[in-house]
């Protein structure tokens, strides 16, 4: 919350600030000192090969509610969108209807992935102001939009790649979205007892750039959107025998948006940022993490829906060092090991967390479903059991 929000401003749907606070390790911070004034992440938007069955898979498989659509029946004529929610994320499901569409051309090259990482602002214009003044590519200038439930106010810049953010005002705006998209409920139907929500919130967003532009990226998310920087890791820290990877985490000021921002390093084998790279063919979302506050019981209804998560090696449960470092935690190591939940544990607290397998054909996105408990870190001391489940993956698909 900032020095001049009230908690009723701060709060998303009915997930209020203090449960954010828990949820993904949210700060105080001044906004009026804020060059780009950044309220939360807005939405994901993914283009897919069929966005009428993906939204269904993020109905039955995520527990999500589709709220909002548009589509050729209100006179969007090239594609489909589904808006999906739980909690305070929203996922935006696009996919090509008309064979010119230019959902189509991105979906050829890249698979199913995110788009645009769009970002809720106090204020488009000052935003756009200063990205424009730090070098950024405005791609959509500001402007308003319009429909019965009143107006946003609206811009896009560039990011890395084919990635934009898009930047929204709402606060003159009661609709379900955006104009353009009418009220709509999906057609599935949750089982009678299922929980509302499995996962309340989007905790952070990764991205993969190429080799040697991560450093670029992190000066331009400094510079343009004045974000700070959370953790750095490189070295040891973030590699095996075979593959490494170095990574750096940038965040608004109250870090409710965090981006960690990967690159490749060398190594004796092809790492998992480069099968990224290669298989997305260029830059842009490798996973989202996904908060949750009972990881145990989200990990059971996702694999009863048949979601696949990453297995971690056995050794792992039963290194003593371990154990000694991660202390007491709210779960026996008994039932995070059934599930292969990994635990870490800094300063401020712990943090559990788990894989999934990803989600299309390519191996490029894939989800992390994470719980804290004070930690505001990442998991640094699950990355060689990580990347040593991700690497086993790799071997299978001969891509190591």
Known sequence: MTATETPLEAQLDDVSFD???RLCGLVEYDESKDPFPVKSLDALTFVVGNATQTALHYQVAFGMEVI?????????????????????????????????????????RHGDGVVDIS????????????????????LVEPHDVSD???????AAIAAYGETIHSLVDRSRYEGPYL??????????????????RIFQAVD????????????????????????VNMAEFVGDDIATDYSALMSKVVANGNHRVKFPLNEPALAKKKSQIDEYLEFYDGPGVQHIALATNDILATVDALRTAGVEFLDAPASYYEDAELRARIGD????????????????????GYLLQIFFKPLGDRPTVFYELIE???????????????FEAIEAEQHRRGNL
Not at 120 to 133: I, Q
Not at 148 to 154: E, K, L, N, P, Y
Not at 218 to 225: E, F, G, P
């Open 119 to 138: 970002l809720e602002v106090t204020d488009v214009d000052k935003c756009v102001e200063h990205a424009r003044s730090q070098g950024a590519t405005v």
């Open 204 to 227: 952070h967003v990764v991205s993969n750039v190429e080799l040697g532009k991560m450093d670029d990226w992190v000066s331009w998310y400094n510079r343009v959107m004045g974000f």
């Open 148 to 154: 019965d439930f009143g107006t946003i106010r609206t």
């Open 68 to 108: 909002a659509y548009s589509g050729p029946e209100n006179g969007t004529r090239d594609h489909k969108a589904f808006v999906l929610k739980s909690g305070s994320a929203r996922f935006v499901i696009k996919g090509g209807v008309t064979k010119d569409s230019p959902l189509l051309d991105h979906h050829r």
């Open 372 to 386: 804290r408990h004070g930690s505001l870190g990442f998991g640094k001391g699950n990355f060689k059991a990580l």
């Open 179 to 196: 104009p353009g998209y009418l009220p709509q409920k999906g057609s599935y139907r949750k089982p009678e007892g299922a929980p509302k």
């Open 329 to 348: 935690v709210r779960v026996p190591i008994e039932e995070l090991q059934k599930r292969h939940v990994l635990v870490d544990r800094d300063e401020d």
């Open 19 to 21: 449960q954010m606070k």
